[in-house]
């Protein structure tokens, strides 16, 4: 078992910066394919990012590319989502994902273990 925690939300104006981050406890001596998935008030959870075991490969929705970025640090068990001239669709509640696996690419149904979710709000 796996725990996430995400932390690092809040609220910003648009064009502002936000980082969140993904603490993995439980058993972390397994490295897990990591996502960041996001759910607006009245809409289905969405993709954001996903970034492999290693680090070495990545993909982002296309809403954010080139405006996030996801990160790794296995040394610490975190995984990072720097989010960069944020817009008012932005505002979501934020879900870090793992999954055993080398790889586990844009579907959240890929995804076996979830963090509770971090509020970031954009304000216009």
């Known amino acids: 078992q796996v725990q996430l925690v995400e932390s690092g939300g809040g609220l910003v104006q648009a064009g502002g910066s936000l980082r969140l981050s993904c603490v993995a406890s439980?058993?972390?001596?397994?490295?897990?394919?990591m996502g960041w998935f996001r759910q607006a008030p009245g809409k289905e959870r969405d993709f954001v990012a996903a970034i492999s075991r290693s680090g070495g490969s990545t993909s982002y929705a296309d809403s954010v590319k080139g405006r996030f970025t996801i990160s790794r640090d296995n040394a610490k068990n975190t995984v990072y989502l720097q989010m960069n001239s944020l817009k008012s669709e932005d505002t979501a509640a934020y879900y870090c994902a793992a999954d055993d696996t080398y790889w586990a690419g844009t579907r959240d149904t890929s995804y076996d273990y979830w963090g509770q979710g971090t509020q970031v709000t954009v304000s216009s």
């Open positions: 439980g058993r972390t001596s397994r490295l897990y394919a």
